[in-house]
């Protein structure tokens, strides 16, 4: 069983920074890409950022040029530094993967971890 676990979440103050970590576990055989998502209250989920096994990325426009996603394969983790913070990037932020257990791929997610920004 494959499990995703967020953390690094948190309160800060507009222009505050946050670096969010997503560490993969059980039998996992290779990773594919890797995401940033988020939702807020009453918003469907969308894209932050993604990377995909090559180290290509892309975002979201309203965050370009503030975050920053990165994997270490080795340790089989994903992070989102978040900086110059925006009450607009209140959200739950959930990753997500596309993971090999084996000979086929299968999307899954975390649980999602809380940042709340204040003016």
């Known amino acids: 069983q494959v499990q995703l676990v967020e953390s690094g979440g948190g309160s800060v103050q507009v222009g505050g920074s946050l670096r969010l970590s997503c560490a993969a576990s059980?039998?996992?055989?290779?990773?594919?890409?890797m995401g940033w998502y988020r939702q807020a209250p009453g918003k469907q989920r969308e894209l932050v950022a993604g990377?995909?096994?090559?180290?290509?990325?892309n975002y979201a426009d309203s965050v370009k040029g503030r975050f920053t996603i990165s994997r270490d394969n080795g340790k089989n983790t994903m992070y989102l530094q978040m900086n110059n913070l925006k009450p607009e990037d209140t959200a739950v932020y959930h990753c997500n993967a596309h993971i090999s257990v084996g000979s086929t791929y299968k999307y899954y997610w975390g649980q999602g971890t809380q940042v709340t920004v204040s003016s």
């Open positions: 990377i995909s096994s090559g180290g290509s990325t």
């Open positions: 059980g039998n996992i055989f290779s990773f594919n890409t």
